[in-house]
């Protein structure tokens, strides 16, 4: 068998990323909890992995335990600002508490400020509204992270200003799954822009109050290609999918102008306005001209037959589109640093995860080595915890979580990712050890 090893650089960010309703447990005020008790979502979130309730510190002690030097995590704007003319100083308190956490632990923390859930004043599922509709939301996110970002400076330099604003806009306006649950494009536009405007003026706020910070926000990136290249229809609905997905924010912020599939809007204000390309990749999508999907503008999106599947069909392995990935952003953005911010599985047995987790670094080795300027990996997640509308159906944690009990209990990847983290590399014999199917692959002969 062939030995060989893929080195990082020193300073490289290994982490782990979770989001504050997913992990905190009980976030009664936002939007994200009324919708669980409408009975829109497979389960509820109820106690999730009780970080509110301090279970944070146990989970910190395995990150740091298993050699990873960065953590990613949300504050909750529901807890901060219940109201919106009442600040929770407590709840500051307790962020404050979990930053000073992670640097005592020796782990950089990277605070993202907007992780889908609304503060129920600004969004209400009862009421089908939701904030982001209205360019209002603008000023009131931009005093909400003034705020955080006052009280959490002293800790943190690096900040994610909004997750995956594609996904909120898109789930939340072109299909039920996410609160407020409307079908409307124009209006998932609008929401976009909004939130490209709310991400330039955090950008500025933050660099106003702390010149050393490195700013940016979470891109959820899904590469896709034409089933039959041959066909100009595939070819066509491929295109639009892919812009329609992937290309509105970050063309906002390269150009100052948002381009969609229902026109653009000119925002000059968001040119420039990253320190980062926060990149989030999990699969790859294969695009076809369907007549009768009239609800996704007549393109249907599926994985290759044969394909290696996690546990729910959620996510195909292909890990050259996380390579393809970081190409699109180098092109898009020369010089600029790339986190990637989220990258994982959900697999309860872990039968999948580690080879997902080594093929997928490997990639991200083969870029470094291209000289691209990617920074950090933080896999998604630490600890199984609560996955939106699916509920507790999807498990991505390293480490395995009993929703009753709050027992966790360690995957073997989360050892094989150990290895990765304290080790600053990907070896043969670790290769060889916790996935050895994909040996051939990643080391040929
Ligand atoms: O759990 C989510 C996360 O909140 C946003 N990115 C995708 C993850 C896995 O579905």
New binding site residues.
């Given amino acids: 068998m062939p030995q060989a090893t893929f080195h990082f650089p020193r300073g490289f960010l290994w982490g782990t990323a979770t989001?504050s309703h997913?992990v905190e447990g009980n976030n009664t005020n936002n939007n994200w909890w009324v919708w669980e008790q409408e009975g829109h979502t497979v389960h509820t979130s109820g106690l999730a992995c009780d970080w509110w309730g301090g279970r944070w510190r146990e989970d910190f002690d395995r990150a740091a335990e298993s050699g990873q030097n960065a953590h990613r995590f949300s504050v909750e704007w529901s807890r901060i600002q219940p109201e919106p003319d009442r600040w929770d100083e407590d709840a500051l308190d307790h962020y404050r508490q979990m930053v000073r956490g992670l640097k005592e632990r020796g782990l950089t923390p990277l605070v993202t400020l907007h992780?889908?859930t609304d503060p129920l004043w600004l969004s209400d599922p009862r009421q089908g509204t939701s904030g982001w509709e209205s360019e209002e939301v603008v000023g009131r996110f931009e005093k909400f992270v003034r705020k955080v970002v006052e009280a959490l400076r002293e800790y943190v330099t690096l900040w994610c200003t909004i997750?995956?604003p594609n996904i909120y806009a898109l789930s939340g306006y072109m299909t039920p799954a996410f609160p407020p649950g409307k079908n409307d494009l124009k209006l998932a536009m609008r929401v976009m822009a909004n939130m490209v405007r709310a991400h330039a003026a955090a950008y500025r706020a933050i660099h106003e109050i702390q010149p050393e910070a490195r700013v940016g926000y979470a891109l959820?990136y899904r590469p896709m290609v034409a089933a039959r290249p041959w066909f100009p229809l595939d070819l066509l609905m491929r295109s639009i999918q892919y812009r329609g997905i992937n290309l509105a924010f970050p063309t906002a912020l390269a150009e100052g102008v948002m381009r969609s599939p229902v026109g653009s809007v000119r925002i000059p204000e968001a040119k420039g306005t990253q320190d980062y390309l926060g990149l989030?990749y999990?699969t790859m999508d294969t695009v076809k001209f369907d007549a009768g999907n009239a609800a996704e503008l007549f393109g249907r999106r599926f994985f290759p037959e044969g394909a290696d599947l996690s546990d729910t069909g959620f996510i195909a392995n292909i890990p050259e589109g996380l390579f393809d990935s970081l190409k699109w952003a180098v092109r898009t953005y020369p010089n600029l640093p790339i986190l990637i911010t989220?990258n994982g599985v959900e697999c309860a047995d872990d039968h999948i995860r580690p080879r997902y987790l080594a093929q997928h670094v490997h990639q991200v080795w083969r870029a470094v080595n291209f000289n691209w300027p990617v920074k950090g990996y933080f896999h998604?997640s630490l600890v199984d915890n609560f996955?939106?509308e699916r509920g507790w159906t999807q498990r991505?944690g390293l480490w395995e979580l009993d929703v009753e009990s709050q027992v966790r209990r360690k995957r073997p990847s989360a050892d094989l990712y150990a290895r990765i983290c304290t080790e600053n590399r990907l070896s043969s014999e670790m290769v060889e050890q916790y996935c050895p199917e994909v040996m051939e692959t990643l080391f040929p002969a």
């Fill in positions: 989001s997913q992780h889908f997750n995956e959820h989030n999990y989220e998604w996955e939106w991505f």
